[in-house]
T-cell receptor
Framework: DSGVTQTPKHLITATGQRVTLRCSPR?????VYWYQQSLDQGLQFLIQ???????AKGNILERFSAQQFPDLHSELNLSSLELGDSALYFC???????????FGSGTRLTVV | DQQVKQNSPSLSVQEGRISILNCDYT??????FLWYKKYPAEGPTFLIS?????DKNEDGRFTVFLNKSAKHLSLHIVPSQPGDSAVYFC???????????FGTGTRLTIIP
């Protein structure tokens, strides 16, 4: 157990639907990062939050949004889902990034 | 634009021999490099890192070498063990930037 909790582990949904992925960071970590891993692709950075504020944005689609709540948990909202959104979505957290991030075990999203 | 490249999607190595995983980067602003290891159904876990002020960092069986002029880093695992079979991701970070840019990964298989 890395200390970063992601729910749900698996999600199957239809095109056009909306889903919410949840992440609880490791205790004491203020930063939360969201990454997407599609088939045969590396980890693509989506967005970072630090203590409730958006800090950095990557190649995140307009159909996707995220937020970090006062208790530091984060949610990634994916809407108008397309087949190509099927991927593993990882959340990671860090305190000072000297040793990189701690990743959760991911949410596997399948859009059918 | 793939700023971090791992050109070998897979690598097979005999148990006990040396495994060498390679990574190239294009962004000269990267100043910190990390290797992550990923088992199936788990999130990536931090393995070893190196700052751009060094050219080598060692941790047990794992050594990372950095050649800044060639924009190349490598991970050496000696001796290789069956438990090392996993996907290895190279990642890089720019100065003052907490975001990590990942490569596409190399699947290492250790043959008993």
């Amino acid at each position: 157990d890395s200390g970063v909790t992601q729910t749900p582990k698996h999600l199957i949904t239809a095109t056009g639907q909306r889903v919410t992925l949840r992440c609880s960071p490791r205790s004491g970590d203020l930063s939360v990062y969201w990454y997407q891993q599609s088939l045969d692709q590396g980890l693509q950075f989506l967005i970072q939050y630090y203590n409730g504020e958006e800090r950095a944005k990557g190649n995140i689609l307009e159909r996707f949004s995220a937020q970090q709540f006062p208790d530091l948990h984060s949610e990634l909202n994916l809407s108008s889902l397309e087949l190509g959104d099927s991927a593993l979505y990882f959340c990671a957290s860090s305190v000072d990034n000297n040793y990189g991030y701690t990743f959760g075990s991911g949410t596997r999203l399948t859009v059918v | 634009d793939q700023q971090v490249k791992q050109n070998s999607p897979s690598l097979s190595v005999q148990e006990g021999r040396i495994s060498i995983l390679n990574c190239d980067y294009t962004n000269s602003m990267f100043d910190y490099f990390l290797w992550y290891k990923k088992y199936p159904a788990e999130g990536p876990t931090f393995l070893i890192s190196i700052s751009s002020i060094k050219d080598k960092n060692e941790d047990g069986r794992f050594t990372v070498f950095l050649n800044k002029s060639a924009k190349h880093l490598s991970l050496h695992i000696v001796p290789s063990q069956p438990g090392d079979s996993a996907v290895y991701f190279c990642a890089a970070r720019g100065f003052g930037n907490e975001k990590l840019t990942f490569g596409t990964g190399t699947r290492l298989t250790i043959i008993p």
